[in-house]
C-alpha cells in the first residue's frame, strides 16, 4: 500500500467529516484513511462519508500520543500522512510529498506551508507570527531548535523512519517536535515543500492551546534532550548569546553536562551569569570554543545576531557550530 493517512480524533464533529473528504480527494485505490475515534462523545463519526479506503477504529479516551500510536500499528502504506480532524489538507499535497519521499531514500519526513483560518474572537498573534516563520523553512534543519520547523497536520512521514526510532513518546513535551528532532538524530532528513499542504484551524479547543505538554518548558526540554543526546554528548567549549532570562536553562544545562562555558555575551554586556562576566558580542572574534548558542528569541534581535556572527565568526555554521535556541 502506498499511504496511509493518519487521523485521531476526539470530539472533531464540527470539522472531522470535511478533513476526511479532503484526504479522500487525494486518495488512489492504493491509499487508506486510518481514523481513530478517542474516546468522543459528541458523535464525530456520524457524518462520515461511506467509502471503503475508510477504517474507522473506535477506543476508550487515552490522550493524543495513544491515539497516534494506535493508528500507526495499524497503517499499511509505505508513507503516513498525518492530519488533524480540524484541519484540510490542500490539493496536491500527497503526490507532491510522496514525489519528494521517493526522489530521496534519507529524507524522512517532509511538509509544507499552511493556511491559518482563524476561528478566534480575537487575532493570535503568536500563531500568525509562527505559522509565518515555518512558511519560510524550506530547509528547517538549521534553525530546528528555535521552534518546531515541522507543522504536524502537514506532515508525511515514511513509514520505516518513524519505526526506526520508535514511533511518537509520551510525555510532558510536543509529541510531533520529539519525534522530528529524534528523526534528525537518527540520520533522517526532513524538509518543506514550497508549497501550501494544508489549511489549520485555529479555535479555542485546539489542542495546542489546552495541553501542557505544548508550553514553552515542554519544547524547552525537547531542545536540551536533542543537544544532550546528538549535538553535545561530550564536553565542549560553550558560548553563550543572550544573557536574559532565555540564556538561563543553557547556561545550567551547559554547567550540569560538564560543558566549559568559556563566555556569555549579550547585546547590552555587564554584570554576570552564575560568575561568569557577561561581555559584548563582539568578543566572538577572538573565542575559542566549539558550539555556539543564541538564547535570544525576538526575531528581529536573533536576525540581527546572525548577521554578527557572519561577520565576526564566518568559521562557525548556522546548524553545525551555532545554534538558535529560542
Known amino acids: 500500500m502506498r499511504v496511509s493517512w493518519l487521523i485521531p480524533f476526539h470530539n472533531g464533529k464540527p470539522w472531522l467529516s470535511k478533513a476526511v473528504k479532503s484526504a479522500l480527494a487525494q486518495c488512489t485505490n492504493n491509499d487508506e484513511v486510518v481514523l481513530i475515534d478517542d474516546?468522543?462523545?459528541d458523535g464525530s463519526a456520524d457524518d462520515l462519508p461511506v467509502d471503503s479506503r475508510i477504517r474507522l477504529i473506535r477506543q476508550d479516551w487515552q490522550g493524543i500520543v495513544a491515539a497516534l500510536e494506535r493508528g500507526r500499528a495499524l497503517c499499511r502504506g509505505r508513507f503516513i500522512a498525518r492530519l488533524d480532524a480540524d484541519d484540510t489538507a490542500i490539493s496536491g499535497r500527497i503526490e507532491a510529498q510522496v514525489t519528494a519521499l521517493e526522489r530521496d531514500a534519507n529524507l524522512g519526513a517532509v511538509g509544507g506551508k499552511a493556511i491559518l483560518v482563524n476561528e478566534l474572537n480575537e487575532t493570535n498573534k503568536g500563531m500568525s507570527l509562527y505559522v509565518e516563520w515555518v512558511n519560510k523553512q524550506l530547509d528547517p534543519l538549521p534553525q530546528r531548535l528555535v521552534e518546531s520547523p515541522l507543522f504536524h497536520p502537514?506532515?508525511?512521514?515514511?513509514?520505516?523512519a518513524i519505526d526506526s526510532v520508535g514511533g511518537y513518546r509520551a510525555g510532558d513535551f510536543p509529541e510531533d517536535y520529539d519525534l522530528w528532532l529524534r528523526l534528525v538524530g537518527a540520520g533522517w532528513g526532513?524538509?518543506?515543500?514550497?508549497r501550501y499542504v494544508v489549511e489549520i484551524r485555529d479555535h479555542s479547543g485546539r489542542l495546542t492551546r489546552n495541553d501542557?505538554?505544548?508550553s514553552k518548558a515542554g519544547f524547552t526540554q525537547v531542545k536540551l534532550n536533542h543537544m544532550s543526546n546528538f549535538i553535545a554528548p561530550t564536553p565542549k567549549r560553550v558560548a553563550i548569546m543572550g544573557a536574559g532570562k532565555g540564556a538561563r536553562p543553557w547556561i545550567r544545562w551547559a554547567r550540569s553536562q560538564g560543558h566549559d562555558l568559556t563566555l556569555i555575551m549579550d547585546v547590552k554586556p555587564g554584570g554576570s551569569r552564575?560568575?561568569?562576566p557577561v561581555l559584548g558580542v563582539e568578543e566572538l572574534?577572538?573565542?575559542d570554543i566549539d558550539l555556539l548558542l543564541v538564547t535570544v528569541g525576538s526575531r528581529g534581535v536573533r536576525d540581527q545576531l546572525r548577521s554578527q556572527i557572519l561577520t565576526l565568526r564566518p568559521d562557525l555554521i548556522e546548524g553545525t557550530q551555532w545554534f538558535a535556541v529560542a
Not at 502537514?154 to 520505516?160: E, F, K, N, P
Not at 526532513?190 to 514550497?194: C, G, H, V
Open 285 to 287: 572574534a577572538n573565542s
Open 212 to 214: 501542557t505538554r505544548y
Open 190 to 194: 526532513i524538509k518543506n515543500l514550497d
Open 274 to 276: 552564575g560568575g561568569t
Open 39 to 41: 474516546g468522543s462523545d
Open 154 to 160: 502537514a506532515v508525511t512521514i515514511r513509514a520505516s
